[in-house]
C-alpha cells in the first residue's frame, strides 16, 4: 500500500482546509487510518485516526472540536477537515495506516504505512 497525502498549504488563523489522502496498490479497507503531525523542531504527535470500520474516531484533545476525520472506503481515502485554525496548527501531516487493536490506536509505532506528509501552515 502507498499512500498520498495532499490539501496542505497556507491559511490565516481561523480559516479552514481539508486534507485528503489516498491509498493505493491496495486497499486499506480493513486498516485502521490515522493522521499525524510534526512542527519544526518537535516530535511527531497524533492528530486523528478513524477505524477501519469507520465507525470509531478519536482525536488528540489539541484538535477535538475543530478537526473531524472521515473516510471513504470505496475510493480508499482518507480526509481531515480543519476548522478554526491555530498558529500553533502548522505542521507536517502525515496520514498512516495500520491494523492494531483499539486500546493502541494512537501509537505512532504500529503504523507500518505512512505518506510523505502535506505542509499546513496557519499564519496569525
Known amino acids: 500500500v502507498q499512500l498520498q497525502a495532499s490539501g496542505g498549504g497556507l491559511v490565516q488563523a481561523g480559516g479552514s482546509l481539508r486534507l485528503s489522502c489516498t491509498a493505493s496498490g491496495n486497499t486499506v479497507n480493513r486498516l485502521n487510518m490515522a493522521w499525524f503531525r510534526q512542527a519544526p523542531g518537535k516530535e511527531r504527535e497524533f492528530v486523528a485516526v478513524?477505524?477501519?470500520?469507520?465507525?470509531?474516531?478519536y482525536y488528540n484533545d489539541l484538535v477535538k472540536g475543530r478537526f473531524t476525520i472521515s473516510r471513504d472506503n470505496a475510493k480508499n481515502t482518507v480526509s481531515l477537515q480543519m476548522s478554526s485554525l491555530k498558529p500553533e496548527d502548522t505542521a507536517i501531516y502525515l496520514c498512516?495506516?495500520?491494523?492494531?487493536?483499539?486500546?493502541?490506536?494512537?501509537?505512532?509505532?504500529?503504523?507500518?504505512?505512512w505518506g510523505q506528509g502535506t505542509l499546513v501552515t496557519v499564519s496569525s
Open positions: 498512516a495506516a495500520g491494523s492494531m487493536v483499539l486500546s493502541s490506536i494512537r501509537d505512532e509505532r504500529l503504523y507500518k504505512t
Open positions: 478513524v477505524r477501519w470500520s469507520g465507525g470509531y474516531t
